[in-house]
């Protein structure tokens, strides 16, 4: 099923697949919201409750279809109320991308989606005589999961993702040499130029030569 339209994706924690350490991003609260929260969703959800999402337009002879997240997760309570046997879990029922860091890649992701028909009460159809006014009957939920294997998973590590650790290793410890040895030319020439300013005063520990006249006359006299 096609929606036409884009969304936002928003992280939510570490995550691990196979060993290999992802970014767990699941859809952002605001794409279900009315257009009084998203401005982007007014053709979707002008001034409605939020958690669904209008594709009336989308479908033949304009059938009340509205998507929203499995059970009516992040939606208003008010369309649990009007079901029974729905109940929000976000471990099993958001949508998510898992993707590692360093190359962007999805390694395991989840489309889920429930599509709802807007019902109407009508006392000459039986079915509809006794439910509330309008109700939001869940019509079909579509799933769909990928996750990368292991011998994939194992092939990424080898190829990409152990070579880079080890180049940001080496990384580090030229950086970490680096800064050992421009500390040392610092400290050195911060001594130098102390000895530089002190000869320049007059000091007399540093003007003063090791071997005077007076002793090198008094040495020659005693040979």
């Known amino acids: 099923m096609v929606l036409c339209r884009s969304g936002d994706f928003v992280y939510a924690h570490d995550s691990s697949v196979e060993g290999i350490t992802l970014y767990h991003y699941v859809v952002a609260k605001h794409e279900f919201a009315n257009a009084s929260t998203n401005p982007v969703n007014y053709g979707y959800n002008a001034f409605g409750k939020p958690g669904v999402l209008n594709l009336t337009a989308v479908f033949p002879q304009n059938l009340p279809v509205f998507v929203s997240k499995l059970h009516f997760l992040d939606a208003d309570e008010s369309y649990l109320h009007g079901v029974n046997g729905l109940h929000p879990d976000r471990s099993i029922h958001d949508a998510f991308l898992e993707v590692e860091p360093l190359t962007g890649a999805v390694l395991h992701g989840a489309k889920r989606l429930q599509f709802n028909v807007l019902l ?68 050195f020439m911060i001594h130098s130029c102390v000895r530089y300013h002190k000869y320049k005063k007059g000091d007399a520990d540093v003007r003063t030569p090791l071997l005077s006249a007076t002793t090198l006359n008094h040495s020659d006299n005693s040979s």
């Open 120 to 187: 109407k009460r009508d006392k000459h159809i039986e079915q509809l005589a006794n439910i509330r006014e309008s109700t939001m009957f869940p019509w079909f939920m579509a799933t769909e999961e990928s996750i990368i294997t292991k011998s994939k998973a194992d092939e990424l590590k080898a190829d990409l993702l152990t070579p880079i650790k080890d180049t940001r290793i080496g990384l580090i410890i030229a950086i970490a040499v680096f800064g050992a040895l421009t500390l040392i030319m610092l400290v």
